[in-house]
């Protein structure tokens, strides 16, 4: 039977979903879909198809941005750091954050937050016997709520630097929840040295519409999509040191030396940055 929508924890226009609704646009299945994987229903893949005939480089988008989590836990496990914390992480996925770590550090812990049921169910079956990765329920609007669960405190000294990863989630937040406020909460428990990863999408290269029209396509899914300007996404980063080549797209975030740039890249519609805190 199909789940109740509800208006979301406290904000208007939000719909969350108590239990699995096959017939509503669900964004983590969504985005699954779009990277090729099967937890996902008709509704689902509609929304996308939908999404892509407005904008159809969509699907290599979602890929880069899958690429960029790659090269940024590479690179934040390679500065030494062995906690991760990947809010808004969406179904499990080939690359997931604790296998690239582990690739480099097998001691690295990784905790996953996503409000959506379906991902806690799936997560915590992948993750079965395996003692320094784990899954919880978490809503990225509540960053206290995240931040008291005992699962994750288990796992994450704050004492210590960590990462956080909030990749392609903080556009699913509205102005009124305060994404800068958010993110500031997370950084005032992060010790020095600590990272935050961050993608979010733009209309900033939107000259004929098409980025918007595809956002449009969320207003009947889960969550809503907030196009923001790269100044509003650098407000994200306040109290961060942004690491080298500093906020750019998706493509051009440290290209692994092999890859073909693709053409305009410097106009994708996603921008992604890595940064430090210093103190």
């Known amino acids: 039977m199909p789940g109740r929508k509800s208006s979301g924890p406290g904000r208007t226009g939000e719909k969350t979903l108590d239990i699995v609704d096959p017939t509503t646009p669900n964004v983590p299945r969504m ?157 005032s428990v992060m010790a020095p040295g600590s990272y935050l990863a961050v993608s979010h999408v733009t209309a900033d290269f939107d000259a004929d519409s098409r980025v918007r029209e595809a956002g449009a396509v969320y207003e009947k899914a889960t969550y809503q999509i907030t196009l923001r300007s790269r100044d509003h996404v650098m407000r994200l980063f306040d109290g961060f040191d942004l690491v080298e080549p500093g906020l750019t797209t998706l493509s051009l975030w440290r290209p692994d030396p092999r890859t073909t740039i693709p053409p305009g890249a410097e106009r994708q519609w996603c921008y992604a940055g890595v940064a430090r805190k210093t103190d």
């Open 31 to 187: 985005y699954d879909y779009l990277l090729g994987g099967k937890d996902n229903y008709a509704a689902d893949r509609e929304a996308v198809e939908e999404v892509v005939r407005h904008a159809p480089d969509t699907p290599f988008l979602a890929r880069e941005n899958r690429a960029f989590l790659r090269r940024a836990v590479r690179l934040l496990a390679e500065s030494g750091i062995r906690q991760f914390i990947d809010i808004g992480s969406g179904l499990p996925t080939q690359g997931n954050v604790h296998e690239i770590a582990h690739q480099v550090a097998p001691d690295a812990r990784v905790v996953y937050v996503d409000i959506e049921p379906v991902v806690l169910a799936h997560g915590r079956a992948l993750l079965a016997g395996t003692p320094e990765v784990t899954v919880i329920q978490g809503d990225a609007r509540r960053p206290d709520d995240i931040l008291a669960d005992r699962e994750l405190n288990d796992l994450i000294d704050f004492d210590r630097p960590v990462a956080v990863l909030m990749l392609a989630v903080l556009h699913f937040i509205d102005d009124e929840a305060d994404p800068p406020g958010i993110v500031a909460r997370l950084r």
